[in-house]
């Protein structure tokens, strides 16, 4: 079983940025996760990607609404993966969800098998 945890949300205003942390525990963490990824979701909207990491291979991928702004990393030996938001905007408020798979398309919130419970980011413009 894998469990996640986020942090780091708050209220921020529009310029600033804010550093958020997903904590993976569990005894089959580092055998089972593949892929970690950050997903969003504001009140009466649907969750949306926001960026992603292939654990293994490296590579990273992110919305075009945050592209060049946010920063998805991780620190293997603390189990821990970063997103880092710079330059924030008023419509960068949602609950930020950390998820994890043993695979599938980084994107698709249905590729995931496990979910933190979401930190709340409030951006005032």
């Known amino acids: 079983q894998v469990q996640l945890v986020e942090s780091g949300g708050g209220l921020a205003q529009a310029g600033d940025s804010l550093t958020l942390s997903c904590v993976g525990s569990?005894?089959?963490?580092?055998?089972?996760?593949?892929?970690m990824a950050w997903f969003r979701q504001a009140p009466g909207e649907v969750r949306e990607f926001v960026a992603g990491?292939?654990?293994?291979?490296?590579?990273?991928r992110y919305a075009e609404a945050v592209k060049g702004r946010f920063t998805i990393s991780t620190d293997d030996a603390k189990n821990t993966v970063y997103l880092r938001m710079n330059t924030l905007k008023s419509e960068d408020s949602a609950i930020y969800h950390c998820?994890?798979?043993?695979?599938?398309?980084?994107?698709?919130?249905?590729?995931?098998?496990?979910w933190g419970q979401g930190t709340q980011v409030t951006v005032s413009s």
């Open positions: 990491l292939a654990l293994f291979q490296g590579f990273t």
């Open positions: 569990g005894r089959t963490f580092t055998s089972s996760v593949y892929t």
């Open positions: 998820a994890a798979s043993r695979g599938g398309i980084l994107e698709d919130p249905g590729s995931y098998d496990y």
